[in-house]
């Protein structure tokens, strides 16, 4: 945790162990930043308190690691790293990105091989599936029952990868999400590596496992008992790029019946400007999600600001957010993967 006001005027003396005494969620070095941030904090204060409310139903996962993911974590107990040994699985296949020691997007390898394998860990595969699982929820609330209007073709407009861009085979669990969908996905931002702009993939139905005797390498197609057509298809295509440059290049072969754009950060970045400004004036159903409940909600205030409008879907707790904990978040609010969504 860092000290609420740093990087402003005077030097952080220390850790920040001093924690504001409303709200609880942000904490400081010294008294003296504190009084520095009570302008700035009183506004978003009492807010912050309210959210510090949710904290136990933000931490409950079905899951038997759900105190060790959770709890643990925010307490300095475990680290990601520390659980993903204990599990097995650290810096095995998919599992190198979701921990400190993987590679970086920046580092994206330029070979066409992205797909790497993984074995099914039971409960453990939520942690690596929650951006599939968002997609499936984002189109429920987005779309709705006009779902049926797509003619089993949903298109999808993907903004802002970065780690998906390093675990792409989990994206074939939409065959299962979506049964007898053709689903296509553009990956569009600024993190897809220029060597792979343009490239297009078609997913296996499942990702294939590390272990050389597994039934799933058997066979060229395994449906494990799901009932799925033949000729659905789940493909993606990558664009390097901000949304809204990209948009009139795209929509000449892909135009979306919805847009997602996940740990989006929408207050953080100036980029979003034109791109929500490119959304409103297409109006197709947009779903953003975030970190935690205060990122959405500066982020709402930011697209009301520009759109005139209020949200189309409020903001709301994401049931598929990662179930293990962002470490060394910014506020003492446990902060998820997608954790919550809203719209426009």
């Known amino acids: 945790m860092e000290c609420a006001w740093k990087g402003r005027t005077n030097r952080c003396l220390g850790p920040a162990r001093r924690r504001c005494g409303g709200c609880g969620a942000v904490a ?62 650290h810096q095995l296949g998919m599992w190198l990105y979701e921990c400190q020691c993987g590679t ?19 409960y453990l595969e939520r942690v690596l599936r929650v951006a599939p699982l968002t997609i499936y929820h984002a189109t429920q609330t987005g779309l709705g029952s006009r779902i049926s ?3 089993q073709k949903l298109h999808i407009h993907y903004l802002g990868p970065e780690k998906e861009l ?7 669990e939409l065959h299962a999400l979506f049964p007898g969908m053709d689903v296509h996905i553009e990956f569009i931002g600024p993190a897809v590596p220029q060597c792979r702009d343009g490239q297009s993939f078609t997913l296996r139905k499942y990702a294939r496992c590390i272990s050389t005797d597994c039934s799933c390498r058997s066979t060229e197609d395994v449906s494990w008992g799901l009932h799925t ?20 290049d795209i929509v000449k072969d892909s135009s979306p019946h919805l847009i997602i754009a996940p740990n989006a950060g929408i207050a953080a970045y100036s980029s979003w400007l034109p791109t929500i400004e490119l959304i409103k004036e297409i109006n197709v159903p947009a779903v953003f999600s ?13 697209i009301t600001s520009i759109t005139g409008s209020p949200l189309s879907f409020p903001i709301q707790l994401n049931p598929f957010r990662q179930p293990m904990v962002v470490e060394d978040s910014a506020l003492f609010l446990p902060c998820y993967s997608n954790c919550f969504l809203f719209g426009m």
Request: some cysteine; proline content about 1%.
């Open 166 to 172: 390093l675990q792409l085979a989990v994206f074939a």
């Open 149 to 151: 209007e797509t003619n």
């Open 229 to 248: 057509s033949k000729s659905a298809t789940v493909s993606m295509k990558l664009r390097r790029g901000f949304y809204h440059d990209c948009y009139r």
């Open 290 to 302: 975030d970190y935690c409940e205060e990122a959405c909600n500066l982020g709402a205030r930011y």
């Open 104 to 122: 970086s997007v920046a580092s994206f390898s330029c070979s066409r091989d992205c797909f790497f394998s993984i074995k099914t860990f039971l």
């Open 28 to 89: 400081y070095c010294s008294a003296s930043h504190q009084i520095s941030h009570w302008s700035e904090h009183k506004e978003e204060c009492d807010r912050l308190k309210q959210h510090m409310k949710h904290i136990d139903s933000l931490n409950e996962f079905p899951f038997t690691f759900s105190i060790q993911a959770t709890i643990q974590v925010c307490e300095k107990r475990e680290t990601r790293c520390s659980l993903l040994r204990k599990w097995g699985i």
